[in-house]
């Protein structure tokens, strides 16, 4: 069972909706943790992102910004456009810096860790593969 009606929540962040699923069977949680345990996956800490800083343009992104996805859980992130939903993705792989925080991937924290680094245990797929393949051809 994954993401039946009665075990999804949603948190309203602002212009940020993440809508989580807890759903497992017994099984399933029994084989990966002992029991009571939860095993984080993703952990953003006190996330701080500034577009421009100093700069009339300047935009705060994100403000201590906290954010977790346990194992074995599924997140959907819903937004408007503008409202963060890439910009946290880069944070996450390494694209685009943060001014504050950590990023912790588990147990690790990867703030620090260069961009293709990250990539060895996360992967990532682009809407538009020819932006950034320029010579893939199927």
């Known amino acids: 069972k994954i993401g039946c009606a009665e075990c999804v929540q949603q948190a309203d962040h602002g212009d940020h909706l993440y809508y989580r699923s807890y759903c497992r ?11 009571g345990e ?12 500034i577009y421009n800083p100093g700069d009339l343009t300047e935009t705060c992104l994100f403000k201590n910004f906290n954010f977790t996805v346990n194992d074995r859980e599924f997140v959907s992130i819903v937004g408007s456009n503008g409202s963060g939903k890439t910009s946290l993705l880069n944070i996450i792989c390494g694209s685009i810096p943060v001014e504050g925080g950590s990023i912790v991937l588990s147990g690790e924290d990867i703030t620090k860790k260069p961009e293709h680094k990250r990539y060895a245990n996360i992967g990532r797929v682009y809407q538009t593969v020819g932006r950034f393949c320029k010579h893939l051809f199927v």
């Open 25 to 35: 069977t017994k099984d399933e949680t029994s084989k990966t943790r002992r029991k």
């Open 38 to 49: 939860v095993g984080l996956m993703i952990e953003l800490r006190n996330i701080t992102k």
